[in-house]
């Protein structure tokens, strides 16, 4: 697989650390508020990353953070007269809740900053101690000069970026950060203000600055050297810049191999972002649209793609989605009838000969820097074939054959689910069918008619049809 590497600037051949193993780290949302659709690219992306990754046969290791200690979230907390950790703790729960209605796996690992405070004391210890970072009442910096690959990932010459801060010297001052050695230091630890959620440490009773918290979390959970690193492309400076500064100062090794960054999702042009106020929440959306037409959406880019969001494109995605379940439907509708009969030998050639094309076509697809767009378009093939070449007296392995195609791209790889909503039963309500259908059988045996007929009545009225075969009680939706 080639991945396009931010480090580079160039497409990659992947090859992991380990054989066979992938450690990812992605950075997680700070949990203040209801995710917006912006943040959900990320996820998403990066989930059918991991989802291909798993396909191809490597065991993933993917951790991904709440950032659960920050400004936002301590403004939250004084405005809602509660502790930061009850807006915190909310956010995180409601951010699962979206996760999960967009089929985004959880990751092997989400930690959360607060909870991790002992490591990232010792990492700012390590880098004190190295000589790489120094505090001044209280506070202490990372002494960016001292780390001689600073501004490699952002391909930024740190002169340059020393002039641009140089004109913010009385910012500095506004910031009560005009104590640094040098304005392009920025804070390990900040001692705390009136009222902030705060930690004993050496140098003052505070919390970490958002960076070291990434550098911290990701070599607990994954090791000093990641293979993947990921996260949306605002991300890339200063925070990703600093965190390799921090972690390879710290750990002498490289830190991440292979950076992933996303493009923005836009509304009219602009990145949809909190601060903009131009962002519509996970939750508003899928409560207007199905999640698995939002998924559907944000895949059919590339994640290196800016993507316009608006209704007439999530609409359009809708269309696409429902080809592709209808596709699917006819499909489990032929090989639900289990007739039995021998492939043709036009299937069986079609199924040797053709079939093998689509998912090594979509492979290729996602092996060229996770092109889900064109990995989507081969799905839109693999329906027009099998629309074309069933029909009714299709052969029920055949269209087993093709449905199992479908489920491996689609709804294991990309993460859509091919079956609609509407269509899946619940399995309680599937233990309570099962339940009155034997049910209904003792009563026959008895011939206790009227109370089987009562039965299949009662089936009827949950929107049950059952039909009595010569191989048992077969039933379907109505
Ligand atoms: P935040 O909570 O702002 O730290 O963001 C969490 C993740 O969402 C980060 O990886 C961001 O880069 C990403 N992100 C935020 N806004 C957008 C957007 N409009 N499009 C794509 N990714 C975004
Ligand atoms: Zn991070």
């Keep these: 697989m080639k991945i396009y590497n931010t480090l580079t600037r160039r497409k990659e051949e992947f090859v992991p650390i380990t054989p066979g193993k992938v450690g990812i780290y992605v950075c997680g949302p700070t949990v203040y508020d209801f995710i917006h659709i912006g943040n959900a690219r990320p996820m998403i992306v990066f989930d059918t990353l991991r989802r291909y990754l798993e396909h191809k046969g490597y065991e993933v290791n993917y951790v991904s953070n709440f950032t659960d200690v920050d400004d936002k979230i301590i403004k939250r907390a004084i405005e809602e007269n509660v502790d930061s950790s009850v807006i915190s703790e909310k956010y995180i729960e409601e951010c699962k809740k979206d996760m999960e209605a967009l089929n985004v796996s959880p990751a092997t690992t989400h930690p959360q900053a607060t909870k991790e405070i002992p490591d990232m004391i010792n990492l700012v210890?390590?880098?004190?101690?190295?000589?790489?970072?120094?505090?001044?009442?209280?506070?202490?910096?990372?002494r960016t000069r001292s780390f001689n690959g600073y501004g490699k990932l952002s391909h930024k010459?740190?002169?340059?970026l020393e002039s641009g801060h140089r004109a913010e010297a009385h910012q500095l001052k506004v910031s009560g950060e005009d104590e640094k050695e040098d304005p392009l230091d920025f804070v390990l630890w900040k001692p705390?203000?009136?009222?902030?959620?705060?930690?004993?440490?050496?140098?003052?009773?505070?919390?970490?600055?958002?960076?070291?918290?990434?550098?911290?979390?990701?070599k607990k959970y994954i090791g000093g050297t990641l293979d993947i690193h990921a996260g949306g492309e605002d991300l890339i400076f200063p925070h990703h810049e600093n965190e390799i500064a921090q972690s390879e100062a710290a750990n002498d090794a490289e830190f991440a191999r292979y950076w992933m960054h996303n493009a923005f999702l836009k509304i009219n042009g602009d990145k949809m972002s909190k601060s903009l106020g131009n962002f519509f929440t996970v939750?508003?959306?899928?409560?207007?649209?199905?999640?698995?037409?939002?998924?559907?959406f944000m895949l059919s880019a590339q994640y290196r793609t800016p993507l316009n969001f608006s209704e007439e494109l999530v609409q359009d995605a809708a269309k696409g989605l429902d080809r592709i379940l209808n596709g699917a439907e006819k499909l489990a509708g032929i090989a639900g009838k289990n007739n039995g009969k021998p492939l043709s030998p036009e299937e069986e050639k079609l199924l040797q000969e053709e079939l093998p094309k689509f998912t090594d076509r979509f492979d290729e697809a996602m092996d060229d820097d996770l092109n889900t767009a064109d990995a989507v378009s081969i799905l839109f093939e693999l329906i027009r074939f099998t629309n074309?070449?069933?029909?009714e007296n299709s052969s029920s392995e055949f269209a087993e054959k093709l449905y199992d195609t479908l489920f491996e791209l689609s709804d294991k790889v990309l993460g859509i689910h091919i079956v609609r909503k509407a269509d899946e039963i619940a399995d309680d309500e599937l233990s309570k069918i099962e339940a009155m259908i034997s049910e209904r059988t003792e009563a026959k045996k008895a011939r206790n008619f009227a109370r089987a007929d009562e039965i299949r009545a009662e089936l009827l009225d949950m929107g049950i049809i059952i039909e009595d075969t010569r191989e048992g009680v077969k039933w379907k939706k109505a």
């Design 125 to 142: 210890n390590t880098l004190i101690n190295k000589g790489h970072a120094y505090e001044k009442n209280g506070t202490v910096y990372f």
């Design 157 to 160: 010459n740190i002169d340059d």
């Design 192 to 218: 705390k203000k009136e009222g902030e959620p705060s930690w004993k440490s050496p140098w003052s009773e505070g919390r970490p600055g958002w960076h070291l918290e990434c550098s911290c979390m990701a």
């Design 283 to 296: 939750r508003d959306i899928c409560n207007k649209y199905d999640p698995q037409v939002i998924r559907f």
């Design 388 to 391: 074309a070449n069933t029909n």
